[in-house]
């Protein structure tokens, strides 16, 4: 168990429709990640958040959003849902938003859009 | 821009065999660079990293690897195989200054026979 807790672990949805994915940090960690895990794409870097604020983007849709609570737990919005957008979806946390610092991964939520 | 490459999608080994699963990375500045665990229906688990020092890094559940930079690579490396090994494994690489966010290889599929 890595501390990073994820709801829910799997949704099920349907095209056009919006979805929010919830993540909560290990305790004491200030920085959130977010990843898609897909088949064709592989394991895609997304979002990061540090401290409430957005840190860093990847490769994140314009339908994507994310966001950091004052409580340090994150959001991932997804709107307009396609087929394409099934994957798995990962959050991970560490200390700071330093790469020295290990990134604990959450066990994921399996989106799948039908 | 940074990427990793990883050799096989798919490597097979008998129980007590050597693993050896490969890695190959590119970047422009000097890499921090990780192995990853993902075991069915799980997140990813932290093995083992290189960030500056000893180019042999030793990780846990016995594994090894070694940052070579004149061969750009960072392969995994396990003296005998156990069937408690078969799982998925991900090299990502980072670099200073990029705030942590991982870049993945497809990854590497081990299964291990009795």
């Known amino acids: 168990d890595s501390g990073v807790t994820q709801t829910p672990k799997h949704l099920i949805t349907a095209t056009g429709q919006r979805v929010t994915l919830r993540c909560s940090p290990r305790?004491?960690?200030?920085?959130v990640y977010w990843y898609q895990q897909s088949l064709d794409q592989g394991l895609q870097f997304l979002i990061q958040?540090?401290?409430?604020?957005?840190?860093a983007k990847g490769n994140i849709l314009e339908r994507f959003s994310a966001q950091q609570f004052p409580d340090l737990h994150s959001e991932l919005n997804l709107s307009s849902l396609e087929l394409g957008d099934s994957a798995l979806y990962f959050c991970?946390?560490?200390?700071?938003?330093?790469?020295?610092?290990?990134?604990?991964f959450g066990p994921g939520t399996r989106l799948t859009v039908l | 821009a940074q990427s990793v490459t990883q050799l096989g999608s798919h490597v097979s080994v008998s129980e007590g065999a050597l693993v050896l699963l490969r890695c190959n990375y590119s970047?422009?500045?000097?890499?921090?660079l990780f192995w990853y665990v993902q075991y069915p229906n799980q997140g990813l688990q932290l093995l083992l990293k290189?960030?500056?020092?000893?180019?042999l890094v030793k990780g846990i559940n016995g594994f090894e690897a070694e940052f070579k930079k004149s061969e750009t690579s960072f392969h995994l490396t396990k003296p005998s195989a156990h069937m408690s090994d078969a799982a998925e494994y991900f090299c990502a690489v980072t670099y200073g200054g990029s705030q942590g966010n991982l870049i993945f290889g497809k990854g590497t599929k081990l299964s291990v026979k009795p």
């Open positions: 970047s422009s500045v000097p890499p921090y």
């Open positions: 958040y540090y401290n409430g604020e957005e840190r």
């Open positions: 991970a946390s560490s200390i700071r938003d330093s790469t020295y610092n290990e990134q604990f």
């Open positions: 305790s004491g960690d200030l920085s």
């Open positions: 290189y960030t500056t020092g000893a180019t």
